[in-house]
């Protein structure tokens, strides 16, 4: 095996530990008021002291927690910008999972509002087309 073909095999398995690591430690941080901070959860699964700002010091984190939320085997984890307790959690009550999801969605009817004006078309036929595209692209 060549030296590249190694060292992809070993980020690979670098990764999925990684991910294990952050799944066994949100199922310890289950409720809004139990989230963790992004600079103490990077430490914890990455095994590395966290350095930089909140941005671009966790940025792989950030793409680690969008891979399991939407991977394989998919696990909701939320997040939290409050002053009182910022940071990750596992919404523990209906009412955070629906609070989520309304934030989740007030995110992407602003970017279609956005995009929509970009294309000089009203939000709602912008949107009606992006979901026909959608659709087109799962039955092709």
Known sequence: MSEKKLKKVQ?????EQAKSRLCIEMSRHFGKNRA???GELFEIVFLEPY????ITGTRRLRRL???VKYGDNPML????CCTIRPGYYI???DGERREFFAREEKKVKK???RLARLNRLAAGV?????ALSIQAEGTG
């Open 11 to 15: 980020r690979d398995l670098e990764w």
């Open 36 to 38: 963790i901070g992004a």
């Open 51 to 54: 350095q930089g700002n909140k």
């Open 65 to 67: 927690i969008e891979e």
């Open 77 to 80: 984890i939320a997040f939290s």
């Open 91 to 93: 919404p523990d009550s």
């Open 111 to 113: 970017k279609i509002g």
């Open 126 to 130: 912008y949107a009606n087309q992006l």
